[in-house]
């Protein structure tokens, strides 16, 4: 009877200790697997943790992107209103400079024929005159000169004797024309057109700033 018990317990003994083998394995087994899912989780964890880094950084990045573009493009719109600015400027300038240069030759135009109309004469009333085909000739040389032949600057000056004289360009009027009696008013008439108007117009401004000038400088001393 002791002996079977004996054996008894220890078969009993073998088995549990076989459970217990099998079950510390099974122990170690799902140590191991959560172990493992464990390291998974982790792995995974940090994934999500640079994944959202990095759509952060992708989004600042993109703000940052923007609100450069933005700029740059408030900066170019300011720039092409400008330029839209200076060009209607400056196409109002060019149209301004055209209407003058149209103003400008208009004028250049009138002194050529009132040349070219003096230097005619009468000769038109008399053809059969044997000067008027010499003034015809001269005048019609005058007509095919060019406008910027015409195109000076007349002034009114007083000399340091007091003497009063008229010029072309800063020059003294070239009185010497071959012809006798040829006085500087019909040389600025004859030769370049001006107007007996407007040199008078001329000589009333320039005598006027020449009384203002020593009035100016009587009140000094």
């Known amino acids: 009877?002791?002996?079977?018990?004996?054996?008894?317990?220890?078969?009993?003994?073998?088995?549990?200790?076989?459970?217990?083998?099998?079950?510390?394995?099974?122990?170690?087994?799902?140590?191991?697997?959560?172990?493992?899912?464990?390291?998974?989780?982790?792995?995974?964890?940090?994934?999500?943790?640079?994944?959202?880094?990095?759509?952060m950084n992708a989004h600042v990045n993109a703000h940052i992107e923007h609100e450069q573009l933005t700029a740059e493009l408030e900066a170019t719109t300011a720039r092409e209103a400008a330029l839209l600015k200076e060009i209607d400027t400056l196409q109002c300038r060019i149209n301004d400079l055209e209407e003058e240069n149209t103003s400008r030759k208009a004028v250049l135009e009138a002194r050529r024929r009132r040349a070219a109309e003096k230097a005619l004469g009468g000769a038109w009333d008399g053809p059969g005159n044997e000067k008027s085909s010499g003034r015809a000739?001269?005048?019609?040389?005058?007509?095919?000169?060019?406008?910027?032949?015409?195109?000076?600057?007349?002034?009114y000056q007083r000399g340091g004797n007091g003497d009063w004289y008229w010029t072309v360009d800063g020059e003294p009027v070239d009185t010497n024309t071959g012809f006798v009696l040829t006085t500087e008013e019909e040389v600025l008439t004859g030769r370049y057109g001006f107007t007996d108007s407007e040199l008078s117009q001329i000589r009333r401004t320039a005598e006027k700033a020449h009384r203002q000038l020593q009035t100016l400088t009587s009140e000094e001393f």
């Open 137 to 155: 000739q001269v005048a019609q040389t005058m007509l095919t000169l060019p406008l910027a032949s015409y195109d000076v600057t007349v002034a």
């Open 1 to 55: 009877m002791s002996r079977w018990m004996h054996r008894t317990c220890d078969t009993v003994l073998a088995d549990r200790e076989s459970e217990l083998r099998k079950s510390n394995t099974r122990s170690t087994q799902l140590e191991e697997a959560l172990d493992t899912a464990l390291a998974e989780s982790h792995r995974r964890l940090d994934l999500l943790v640079q994944a959202s880094k990095d759509l």
